[in-house]
């Protein structure tokens, strides 16, 4: 797709390097010249010229002929952009931890760094893990203070990714712009479930997951920082999340009272149960 010169390739052992995602420099400080983020850029915005893209499927290839006017040979399928012999489902073990991939900068932009503190201050008695590219810089702005249940990763190699992943029952995106989100579908791909606000590509990569639509910034008047999400985002985040972890304790309830009563053996009462249950999470999705 470029000249070797406009390439550079990257050690998988390297540090901070698991936000592989394909990076087009293309003068990106003059937006006139276009520039593609990632597998797949926000097909609500219109582009200004077309440059190589790359795709992670032809559906998504499909879904950028729709958008725009493009020239199909312009855009590029890399099928494999998720690592099956890396990323995969394993049996998750206890306690229930909460996972989250990103960076910090500086106005609180991009990550939406702030939303895992909130959460782990909201739930006390869950686990939560932070991945950072590289050392938090912000740090003592959005964690001013410490907290038990909140643990901190950065600069992880990618192929140490997935045994983080893995033990995650949820990945918590507090993007406000996502291109790719190849942390998204390696998280998919361990079978975690995520959980995102309807933003950028993301509807497009994780349409089976608990999105969350028409989230706000804190845009209010004088305040510190305007890219924070609002109170009432945050508040959608922690509802989403209670009701993954209320379904969890339902279906280990479940779990538990079916084989106690397969032993005594009417099976209309587990089979209700379960009815129960999965119309309960259908219901949610909808």
Known sequence: MYDPDQVKLVSKDEPGWWNHYFLIRNKLENNKIGFSWGPN???KHPIHKTIPLVANSVYHKNKILEAWNYPTDKIH??????????????????????GWIGYDVDRRRIKGVEVIPYLARKFPDVQFEMVHAVKPRYLKEWLPKELPNLKMYYEVPHYKMPEIIRKWYVLISGSKSETGGTHIKEAMACGVPVIASAVG??????????????????NSLGSKYP????????????????????????HESLSKSAIIESKNSDPTIISTKWFEFMYMCRNHSR
Do not use: G
């Open 41 to 43: 850029i926000d097909l």
């Open 77 to 98: 399928v890399i099928p494999n952009m998720v690592d099956p012999e890396l990323f995969f489902p394993k049996k998750r073990k206890k306690p229930i931890t909460i």
């Open 201 to 218: 590509a993301i509807p497009e990569i994780a349409i089976s997951q608990m999105l969350l639509p028409e989230m706000t910034l804190n």
């Open 227 to 250: 890219s924070n999400w609002s109170q009432e985002s945050l508040e959608r985040y922690a509802s989403a999340l209670d009701t993954v972890l209320s379904s969890h304790k339902l």
